[in-house]
T-cell receptor, first 119, second 113 residues
């Protein structure tokens, strides 16, 4: 199957700083990527849909100025958590589906996730 | 929007027994239903999926059934093994506008040796 790589796997940062998480599709092009947040023992909650070359689409309740998404190429999307606070500590996972333009495969491939701890 | 309910939240079985996890969805336009297995701190891994034009799909010890009329789909694991212990998530792919995967809350399966 297709491979999605996420970096870093874990990061600890001080409150008030910003953290950037990268999501790469290694062997396919992804015009659309998805960012999820998962709190301990909870489900994956979609935060935003990242679209190559255009603005991301954020889910209701997700602050777009706090969670900056950039999808500058067909293989890379980044999520920047700005002015991080302890309540932002979570497991962030990206996913991508094979496809271009308006066509997307149904199967989603996930990155390995990033454990963010804000102290 | 789509809402996916998953039950039970925890399930404990003896090795060799069967396990069944059930999900319901609300949007009749959803047409793709994957099941993911997630081990602690790891990425979700697709274990089986089913499309809305199929009622049942099987892959060795794992099967999924779909009842479109009732908007139910279920995961069946037979001859469970300790390595099946993990959290399992069902999901539904919404249609119309932007396609999104909506996940259930997960089921923690424990297989006791």
């Amino acid at each position: 199957g297709a491979v999605v790589s996420q970096h870093p796997s874990w990061v600890i940062c001080k409150s008030g700083t910003s953290v950037k998480i990268e999501c790469r599709s290694l062997d396919f092009q992804a015009t659309t990527m998805f960012w999820y947040r998962q709190f301990p023992k909870q489900s994956l909650m979609l935060m935003a849909t990242s679209n190559e070359g255009s603005k991301a689409t954020y889910e209701q309740g997700v602050e777009k100025d706090k969670f900056l998404i950039n999808h500058a190429s067909l293989t890379l999307s980044t999520l920047t958590v700005t002015s991080a606070h302890p309540e932002d500590s979570s497991f962030y996972i990206c996913s991508a589906r094979v496809g271009q333009g308006t066509w997307l495969s149904t199967e989603a491939f996930f990155g390995q996730g990033t454990r963010l701890t804000v102290v | 929007g789509e809402n996916v309910e998953q039950h039970p939240s925890t399930l404990s079985v003896q090795e060799g027994d069967s396990a069944v996890i059930k999900c319901t969805y609300s949007d009749s336009a959803s047409n793709y239903f994957p099941w993911y297995k997630q081990e602690l701190g790891k990425r979700p891994q697709l274990i089986i999926d089913i499309r809305s034009n199929v009622g049942e799909k099987k892959d060795q010890r794992i099967a999924v059934t779909l009842n479109k009329t009732a908007k139910h789909f279920s995961l069946h694991i037979t001859e469970t093994q300790p390595e099946d212990s993990a959290v399992y998530f069902c999901a539904a792919l919404t249609q119309g506008g932007s396609e999104k995967l909506v996940f259930g809350k997960g089921t923690k399966l424990t297989v006791n040796p």
